[in-house]
């Protein structure tokens, strides 16, 4: 039988179980893998927004990250919410020192009701210390501007520069990759584009519209960490496949009944 990977979410946690570690966990458990978390930060959040952040100390979550390496094999760690630059450099530090196979880094910076989720301070640490170290980064148009110091994108065009700009800031070792979601651009016809430095791939789809896409870049991102693994590292494959099942998440979403703001995805629409 083939060996069920293990894969790790270093993110926050959200109660109404939308976003951060509880939405990986269930994205990791759908898609075959096991799910583990490391907490990085509280929040006091639904689905109409956040009211309130409670951080985590630094050393508390290097020590949560060092105790599940020493005794669990780690095939894939998703970084999510983080927080504070503390945090940031902490979780560097370790992964750093613990290598693990896929690092999927989500530079989640704001949430869906428009709350911020990474202070100023901590996106230079995020670019310095844990992009040279991911094997992926999933950032949506809005974190990529900030990634690059750069403005507003509104075509495929202006995406295609802004995924060979990331490219740049990552490390040349091995294969890395970008995965640029293209959700904030205009019209319902969408791209996520997929680079490596050479090829420049697309995955084309449709916007589905719902007001229930609360933690979409977190599932995603699980979903990459649940995959990998399984794929054996084949990037593009498990992008697609990554893609392909959030799009039926998200379709499946009013399905759910849960609060009156932005709703979640529905993770287990293959179950349910």
């Not at 985590?56 to 630059?85: N, W, Y």
């Not at 704001?110 to 640490?125: N, W």
């Not at 495929?156 to 800031?169: F, S």
Request: charged letters at 20%; aromatic letters at 4%.
């Amino acid at each position: 039988m083939a060996s069920i990977p293990n894969s790790l979410s270093i993110a926050g946690v959200d109660p109404s179980g939308g976003a951060g570690v509880l939405a990986d966990v269930k994205a990791m458990s759908a898609l075959g893998a096991y799910g583990m978390a490391v907490i990085a930060a509280l929040t006091a959040q639904n689905t109409q927004g956040v009211t309130g952040i409670h951080p985590v100390p630094a050393s508390f979550v290097a020590q949560q990250i060092d105790t599940l390496f020493e005794d669990i094999r780690v095939d894939a760690v998703k970084i999510g919410m983080l927080g504070h630059q503390s945090v940031t450099r902490a979780v560097a530090e370790r992964l750093a020192h613990c290598l693990p196979a896929h690092i999927v880094l989500d530079p989640v910076m704001i949430a869906k009701s428009g709350d911020a989720l990474l202070e100023p301070t901590a996106v230079t640490e995020l670019r310095d210390s844990l992009l040279p170290l991911a094997t992926v980064i999933t950032p949506n148009l809005p974190e990529a501007a900030v990634l690059v110091e750069g403005g507003t994108v509104e075509t495929p065009k202006e995406m295609r520069r802004l995924a060979e700009r990331l490219r740049r800031l990552m490390a040349d070792n091995g294969h890395r990759w970008v995965y640029l979601k293209g959700g904030h651009l205009p019209g319902d016809e969408l791209v996520d584009l997929l680079h490596d430095g050479d090829r420049m791939i697309e995955l084309p789809g449709r916007r589905i519209h719902t007001a229930n896409t609360h933690g979409t870049g977190c599932t995603l991102s699980a979903a990459l960490a649940a995959l990998l693994p399984q794929l054996n590292g084949d990037l593009p494959q498990a992008a697609q496949r990554a893609h392909d099942y959030l799009a039926k998440a998200i379709a499946q979403a009013d399905r759910l009944q849960v609060g009156s703001g932005h709703g979640p995805v529905q993770h287990f629409h293959a179950w349910w």
